[in-house]
């Protein structure tokens, strides 16, 4: 029995900011390599691993939070922070609604599951049966919003979230279906590489660094923008 928690504890050694800090450095890689070095394929395979790792976090950081309301409020001002630097990089323009940024997505994924544990807290078969059915919902929604990765983005912080009390391997599982079955073509395969550090996550938070994860996102985008104009003018 010593033996076989050991062999867990040796491959398990990655806490919540450490996951957080290789999906801002996998995203980075995407980014510069879309923007810059388009012929760079390494850095968009290298890029895929971010969201699956976002995703995972987000779930337990509302698993964990104390204040759901404070975590669902910062997000969507981070994401309306995050718009314009999201525009300027992907159309050029300042505002642009056909496609709306990452942050989006997370904030209706977290506003998908308080609503899911409103109308689950009486457990309650009807209840039970409703929320599911509105994350089911949300998920879709998502899609007809245009958000960034739409409803892989938002199917897999349900499932990693609905399935946090279970074996760690089977939502890791859990986690590469869906991502199978919603996003299965070209470079997006190597998104299944994200399951791996998450697969090694040790069920701690870290030193935290959590207003440096919400900063990151707009400010690298808006610094891209910024070189890019640089170089276009040079």
């Known amino acids: 029995m010593q033996e076989a ?24 890689f995407d980014h510069v390599g879309d923007n810059f070095f388009p012929g760079q394929t390494w ?4 890029g895929r691993i971010a969201m699956p790792v976002f995703a995972f976090c987000l779930a337990e950081g509302f698993a964990h939070t104390r204040d759901s309301g404070k975590y669902l409020m910062r997000m969507g001002l981070f994401a309306l922070i995050s718009e314009v630097p999201f525009d300027l990089v992907v159309t050029g323009k300042v ?39 509105l994350l ?11 958000l960034d990765y739409n409803m892989l983005g938002t199917g897999l912080v349900f499932v990693f979230y ?17 991502h199978v079955l919603l ?11 994200g399951f791996l550090p998450i697969l090694c996550y040790n069920g701690k938070k870290g030193r935290g660094l959590k207003q440096l994860f919400y900063v990151f996102y707009p400010a690298h985008l808006l610094i891209i923008y910024l070189v890019r104009i640089f170089l276009l003018k040079h």
């Open 5 to 28: 928690e050991s062999k867990v504890r040796s491959y398990r050694f990655l806490d919540g900011t450490t996951l957080k800090l290789l999906a801002m450095i996998s995203m980075l």
């Open 43 to 46: 850095m968009r395979i290298i």
């Open 95 to 133: 505002l642009e609604f056909s496609h709306q940024n990452i942050m989006f997505t997370f904030f209706l994924a977290l506003m998908g599951l308080s609503c899911f544990e409103k109308l689950t807290e009486k457990k309650t078969r009807a209840g039970t049966a409703a929320g599911v059915f």
């Open 136 to 146: 089911l919902a949300f998920t879709v929604l998502s899609l007809l919003l245009g």
């Open 162 to 178: 609905l399935l946090r009390n279970k074996a760690h391997a089977l939502r890791c599982l859990a986690g590469a279906v869906c």
């Open 183 to 193: 996003r299965n073509m070209g470079i997006y395969w190597f998104g299944l590489l």
